[in-house]
């Protein structure tokens, strides 16, 4: 028995080693999802500040011409000191042009939004803010971005502006607060979220990496010169493809400033690939094969249809995926340093989620935050996993919360610690919730069949612990 064991061990040591584990949250919303509810439709934008999640819809109540902000709590309850009993609406568009308005940031007392308004949590707009409680708003803007040291700046095609805190331009900056860019940037289409909070992350040196829709460039400009740097990349771009013609759908920033990349090919929009740039803007080419990993359009015979979203969940970067059948079931799927890699052991996770959109373009949302995997699909959905890559061992490694058992185990799953447990819930690798217990230390695991799952272990202190154990 002892030589089967220590086999079973390895075995699922060199899974855990290349994969990445999900947990359906069942401490969020109603086993994991959130629904706004009726009266709203597509998320516009959503962000993230300590435990609180803020997102913005449609608000279909006054004929799509207002959106709604809404807070929820880190239970995915909504939180009722926001707005009015937790949301509140704000016209949709704005200035000469009808261009939506999106909230670009928020912090602990208010956001702001495009428009350069910036309101309270209350859902009223902060007087002492610029005019009225408005910044001015600039001929030709293409994005704001709130930097390190509090001061927002505005990008358009020529210039670069700063205004201070209180929402006035900054004299210090430039002449009377402005200064003119070295290169043109080319406006977007359309001012959605994406394109100016996950298009312009900040780097290295005092600067803000920029993406040129006309011809497809990532550029490294300094927001206190307005000067690209000639030095990134090859002659100030950013070199991102492996050959000749490919777009961007999307780029993360990496801790390291290094840039992990979403294109498909130009002649063939249905090839989808990743690549990696350096933080000096060259090509990793140790990154797949010769830089590239291409994404595969058929996975254990379903049918791919890819979002254009992604995030990078220590270092694996998660997809959505959607099958061609109807309705249309939603999958996660993942990658490596290497190759296509596994998540919970499966080559697709299934988040048990249908739905009725013909393509995900645009309509579902991914992101990483902390310790969470959160998911967003249109109309009102979300839905929150729990991030866990650990390596199943013999000897688990001791961590803030000291929590042990025998691993594998057979009838029953005996934890060892001194800390008081609320919960015990016992997933499969498809992230449904198989067994769960609560208070005792001692978990009845007969009817359990020979597999690996994944433990969720919460205390009385509120602390959650993830394992990974075997049934034998």
Do not use: W
């Not at 308004?117 to 709130?146: M, W």
Request: aromatic share 10%.
């Amino acid at each position: 028995m002892k030589k089967i064991v220590i086999t079973s061990l390895a075995l699922v040591a060199s899974l855990a080693n290349a994969q990445l584990s999900l947990v359906a949250d069942s401490n969020f919303g109603n086993n994991s999802i959130v629904d706004l509810g009726s009266g709203l439709s597509g998320f516009l934008s959503y962000h993230f500040s300590d435990n609180k999640i803020i997102v913005q819809n449609y608000d279909m109540t006054n004929n799509s011409t207002d959106s709604r902000i809404t807070m929820l709590s880190n239970n995915g309850s909504v939180d009722q000191t926001f707005g009015t009993a937790g949301s509140f609406s704000c016209p949709l568009s704005y200035g000469t042009s009808s261009s939506g308005d999106f909230i670009h940031n928020f912090g602990d007392v208010s956001l702001m939004m495009f428009s350069g308004k910036k309101f309270h949590y209350n859902g009223t707009l902060d007087q002492t803010y610029g005019t009225a409680g408005q910044s001015q708003i600039l001929p030709n803007e293409i994005y704001r971005k709130v930097l390190p040291n509090g001061k927002l700046l505005i990008r358009t095609a020529n210039s670069i502006y700063q205004f201070n805190a209180s929402g006035q331009l900054d004299s210090a900056f430039g002449t009377n607060g402005t200064m003119a860019c070295n290169s043109t940037l080319s406006n977007f289409s359309s001012t959605i979220f994406s394109n100016h909070e996950k298009y312009v992350p900040l780097h290295t040196g005092n600067s803000i990496i920029e993406y040129e829709s006309n011809s497809s460039s990532l550029r490294k400009m300094n927001y206190t010169t307005g000067n690209y740097d000639i030095n990134f990349g090859i002659n100030g771009n950013a070199q991102y493809k492996t050959g000749p013609s490919a777009t961007i759908m999307k780029f993360h920033m990496m801790p390291d400033n290094s840039l992990v990349n979403y294109l498909f090919e130009d002649n063939d929009p249905s090839v989808k690939f990743l690549t990696k740039t350096l933080s000096t803007g060259m090509l990793d080419t140790s990154f797949g094969s010769s830089g590239r990993i291409g994404l595969p359009a058929v996975i254990d015979g379903v049918n791919l249809l890819y979002g254009q979203d992604f995030t990078v969940v220590n270092n694996h970067v998660v997809i959505p995926v959607l099958d061609d059948g109807f309705p249309r079931k939603l999958y996660l799927m993942s990658a490596g340093s290497n190759n296509v890699s596994t998540i919970n052991s499966q080559n697709l996770l299934d988040t048990g989620i249908t739905t009725s959109m013909y393509n995900p373009d645009d309509k579902i949302f991914i992101s990483a935050k902390g310790n969470y995997l959160y998911l967003m699909i249109n109309p009102t959905i979300i839905k929150r996993y729990v991030i866990s890559n650990s390596i199943l061992a013999t000897n688990e490694a001791e961590s803030e919360t000291d929590i042990r058992f025998v691993n594998p185990f057979q009838d029953e799953l005996n934890l060892f610690t001194n800390e008081k447990i609320k919960s015990v819930e016992i997933y499969d690798q498809n992230g449904r919730l198989i067994l769960k217990n609560s208070s005792a230390k001692t978990v009845n695991t007969s009817n359990l069949t020979e597999a690996i799952y994944i433990i969720k272990i919460t205390t009385e202190s509120g602390k959650v612990v993830t394992k990974k154990g075997m049934k034998l």
